[in-house]
């Protein structure tokens, strides 16, 4: 055994803390805001390889405390144990930068608020090289070069000075989006890249950093359980990406990577989006320091929560809550969707105040393959009670209030709403309510049944036969009633009510094909929850068979009932297999066609 040496040791934890020029600007940075930084300018030279500098103006420091900030684990954030349970501070752990002094060349220059001079600190790999009184204004800068330098074996894993760029630039603009009242400014080799002026209104601060045209497809939401308040933007279902690239978590104003929270974003997209595709969501969670621990990772990107439940029920019934108003569709009374020059306040946030500190179009979804079906949540929470729309509430728009103007090629239903036209899918909004339908009634104890006038026999493989002998509780349950005739045929004797005008055999073969796909210990399950996603399968399979298809001609009445019908269930803007039911034009658009 053997005492490692101080420069090692600061290396070690280099390796933890440092992993690219991007850690840098990140630690250098969060030291900035934790002094009261409101303005915070960063430097950045090939990629930031060569150098990473962060001026602020902040407290600054004297020559004692700067002489500490340099020392490993001297902080200013904790000031016994009991600290480490309410941190509200971006750094505390006292290591970013003498990790970073023990793998670059560092100076760091600072001078306190009220004092006539500062002090001038120069570190070589280590080793205090020079100390200096030295002049400037209030505030701290900091100058990281020559990054690994002195590590060959770290400094060739670093990326090209483009790929270092982007992850300095993408760290940046997440603490951008969390602060929107910080100024931020940005030099990339010694010319201007970025700048975000403070802003009062959160939504500004997202048009600056991701651009007017994303901002403009967000929709807001809030809410709050106990102590835990959440501020969110999240995209409409008829605006998503490629990737999960959009997606930007924050807690008490921190950027984190948290698989809770992205979970429980995802959950409630999930029966909205098509597969493979994601929102854009920026979800700003405030909770009491105590609640959560940012002590887990060195780097910080990670968090714990006290009530993790609470935080992922939090989340799921807030973006719900908004997104299923249905304004994004440009119902009466709702707009069409918050525009940056309007402000946070009219897009349905407070009135236009600051957050406070700690306290071309998207393109089209594919229809994909008929087996390309989304699930629709199936939860204990969802299956604990049937899924009335009365449950729901109030939506901003209900299609049967809107005149419907007639029907498109036998396939759109065209709905005039006071921003425009609404495009309704008459396919997939009528699977969307006969699986809605379908399972609220499963849901409830069982799909009523509809006994067949003369029993159908059907052929079928000797796999599909014993598929629906298997569990005659569940198939009952579904609606159906089936025996198996022999190893090969089963008889059909009742069907779903709801399907009552449509062909059994096909129902059946259906029901088998589901059934058959399932292991035996699926259908046997005991748990009410497991057996729903079976049965979900079977009900978005046969509610996609059995709706009205495009190019069937629709009467009147017909085409009022299916838009009064979307009101009775609750509301999800996609079918089961995740294709639109409804796209609003707005009339902005419309007039911009006509060069109005």
């Not at 029907?407 to 009528?430: M, S, W």
């Not at 629906?468 to 090969?488: C, I, S, Y």
């Not at 059946?508 to 796909?517: F, I």
């Not at 729903?532 to 298809?549: G, I, Y």
Request: negative net charge.
């Amino acid at each position: 055994m053997r005492r490692l040496p101080d420069a090692l040791v600061d290396q070690i934890a280099a390796g933890e803390v440092v992993e690219r020029p991007a850690s840098v600007a990140k630690e250098l940075v969060e030291n900035a805001l934790d002094a009261g930084a409101r303005r915070v300018r960063v430097e950045v030279r090939d990629g930031g390889a060569a150098l990473v500098a962060v001026t602020d103006d902040g407290s600054g420091m004297g020559p004692e405390d700067a002489r500490l900030a340099l020392e490993r684990h001297a902080t200013s954030k904790l000031a016994s144990a009991e600290d480490l349970g309410r941190l509200a501070s971006f750094g505390f752990r006292g290591e970013a930068l003498p990790a970073i002094a023990s793998v670059s060349r560092l100076r760091l220059r600072s001078r306190p608020r009220g004092a006539a001079t500062g002090v001038e600190l120069r570190v070589d790999h280590g080793r205090l090289v020079e100390e200096r009184e030295a002049a400037g204004p209030e505030g701290t800068r900091v100058e990281v070069a020559d990054l690994f330098a002195g590590i060959p074996a770290r400094r060739k894993f670093l990326k090209s000075a483009a790929t270092e760029w982007g992850h300095v630039a993408d760290w940046l603009s997440r603490a951008a989006l969390a602060l929107p009242e910080v100024h931020f400014d940005v030099a990339r080799d010694d010319r201007p890249a970025l700048a975000w002026p403070a802003a009062r209104d959160p939504l500004e601060r997202i048009a600056a950093v991701l651009s007017e045209r994303e901002a403009e497809s967000l929709v807001p939401a809030s809410g709050e359980e106990g102590a835990l308040r959440l501020r969110a933007f999240v995209s409409r279902p008829d605006a998503h990406r490629a990737t999960a690239a959009g997606v930007h978590l924050f807690v008490n104003e921190r950027p984190v990577r948290d698989r809770l929270l992205r979970h429980a974003l995802l959950e409630v997209y999930r029966d909205w989006l098509p597969r493979g595709r994601f929102p854009t969501a920026l979800l700003f969670l405030e909770l009491p320091a105590e609640a959560v621990d940012v002590n887990v990772h060195p780097a910080k990107w990670e968090v714990r929560f006290a009530d993790p439940q609470a935080v992922h029920r939090l989340v799921r019934r807030s973006l719900r809550d908004a997104v299923g108003q249905r304004g994004w569709l440009g119902g009466q009374g709702a707009a069409p969707g918050p525009a940056p020059a309007r402000g946070f306040a009219e897009s349905g946030g407070s009135a236009g105040a600051p957050w406070p500190r700690q306290g071309g179009p998207a393109p089209a979804p594919s229809e994909g393959p008929p087996g390309d079906w989304r699930l629709a949540a199936a939860h204990e929470e969802r299956a604990a009670a049937p899924l009335l729309a009365d449950a729901e509430p109030e939506p901003a728009l209900r299609f049967g209030d809107l005149r419907c103007v007639g029907q498109l090629l036998g396939t759109y239903l065209l709905v005039e709403t006071k921003q425009g036209l609404l495009l309704v899918d008459q396919h997939a909004a009528h699977e969307r309510v006969l699986y809605e339908r379908l399972r609220a009634a499963w849901l409830e104890g069982g799909a009523p049944r509809q006994p067949l006038l003369l029993p159908v026999t059907l052929e079928l493989d000797a796999v599909r036969v014993a598929a629906l002998a298997r569990d005659p509780e569940a198939t009952a349950r579904l609606g159906f009633e089936v025996e198996p005739f022999g190893e090969t045929a089963a008889v059909v004797r009742a069907v779903p009510a709801l399907l009552a005008e449509y062909d059994p055999a096909r129902l059946v073969r259906n029901l088998a094909d589901e059934l058959a796909t399932a292991s035996p210990g699926d259908a046997a399950e005991a748990s009410a929850v497991r057996r729903l996603e079976v049965a979900d399968h079977l009900f978005a399979t046969m509610a996609c068979h059995a709706a009205r298809r495009g190019g069937d001609v629709l009467e009147a009445d017909e085409q009022r009932a299916l838009l009064d019908s979307l009101d009775s269930i609750p509301w999800a803007p996609t079918c089961p297999h995740g294709r639109p039911v409804a796209v609003p034009v707005t009339l902005a658009e419309i007039e911009r066609r006509f060069g109005r």
